[in-house]
């Protein structure tokens, strides 16, 4: 019986080991990783092309799962895609892998796809003050300085990356961005608010942090309007987003495909077709000043963009499956993949 324990877990052991170590480039990364103190502490194997990589994070102090998607062929280094989720931050069942095809729609793709567990209500930055609610959240430094050499050296990837993200984390993604020039060759924001510095912006964060997490959102960067606020305002700094790949979508809150009983999402609820169609209606339409304010802030900066103006679609995964769908041939130019 020890032998065949034993014998399972040396099969475990090497399972684990095929899908980490694969052909590896140099990266300019690697350094970087190396100094942050950011290391790999176990994997758990779901199959042939997907894990999950508990990674330390000594910014926070904790082990944050990664959620692993590995390229249909890893006989080369591969680019990667870092697929953020939304407010929740995959700690609920709000999660690309439970809501959408994103599993099945990779597995014929030659790219690592990375989807961090974790940072409900963060909006994935970095927040001034450990906050009494939501705790110690340090993700600009994970996914900019701590995660990427980390993942690069463990899965053999390239060191060409790209984010894309829905919701709150279509802001967090231009920040980035503009956090780390050329971290990411592409940036794909799916119904989001790229501006925080202004009133309505703010409102739109603390309805987020304040009004479903009960925190304050000051915790986050400081007064309202203060130095931090702007530097994290996409539409400001838009500037520094030349040279990245930017996709965008929206859709204008008017009920769509969708948004029908019969819909797979639904699965023949009322309560939740009303939900979907009124409070997601209404928070797709909130977002449209927003994206129209940084369409016309990238075209008066002569920055090429892509805008997907969808004539329907409400604020639900079915829209951002479609989204990711549409946007890819655009990521994987960008990082050619």
């Not at 684990?16 to 694969?22: D, G, I, K, P, S």
């Not at 790219?111 to 003050?129: K, Q």
């Not at 340090?138 to 899965?155: G, Q, R, S």
């Not at 915790?219 to 702007?230: A, D, L, T």
Request: glycine content about 8%; aromatic content about 8%.
């Amino acid at each position: 019986m020890r032998r065949a324990t034993f014998r399972r877990r040396l099969v475990t052991a090497a399972a684990a080991t095929a899908l980490l170590v694969a052909p590896v480039a140099a990266t300019s990364t690697t350094a970087l990783g190396q100094a942050s103190g950011a290391y790999v502490v176990s994997t758990e194997i779901t199959d042939s092309q997907k894990m999950t990589v508990n990674v330390y994070s000594p910014s926070m102090d904790r082990v944050i799962p990664i959620e692993v998607l590995r390229p249909a062929d890893t006989s080369v280094p591969r680019p990667t895609l870092y697929l953020l989720n939304g407010a929740g931050g995959g700690e609920d069942s709000a999660t690309w892998s439970a809501r959408t095809d994103a599993d099945e729609f990779f597995s014929d793709k030659n790219v690592n796809v990375i989807t961090p567990i974790g940072g409900r209500l963060s909006y994935y930055t970095d927040w001034e003050r450990e906050d009494p609610t939501l705790g110690l959240h340090k993700w600009e430094t994970f996914l900019t300085e701590e995660l990427p050499p980390v993942i690069d050296n463990a899965l053999g990837a390239n060191g060409v990356n790209a984010v894309a993200g829905i919701s709150t984390s279509a802001t967090s993604v231009f920040n980035l961005a503009i956090t780390r020039p050329g971290l990411f060759n592409a940036v794909a924001a799916y119904s989001g608010c790229a501006q925080t510095a202004d009133p309505l912006g703010q409102e739109y964060i603390r309805t987020v942090v304040e009004g479903r997490g009960n925190a304050d959102a000051t915790n986050m960067w400081g007064p309202y309007g203060g130095p931090n606020w702007v530097a994290h305002d996409p539409v400001i700094n838009a500037e520094k987003l030349r040279g990245t790949t930017i996709y965008v979508s929206n859709g204008t809150g008017i009920a769509g495909e969708h948004d029908t009983i019969a819909d797979s999402r639904i699965n023949g609820d009322q309560t939740t077709l009303a939900n979907q169609v009124i409070v997601g209606g209404a928070i797709e339409l909130a977002t449209i000043p927003c994206t129209i304010n940084l369409q016309s802030r990238l075209a008066q900066l002569n920055i090429p963009a892509t805008f997907n103006w969808r004539p329907t679609g409400t604020h639900s995964w079915g829209y951002w499956e479609d989204d990711l769908h549409d946007s890819w041939p655009v990521i994987a130019d960008a990082i050619g993949a």
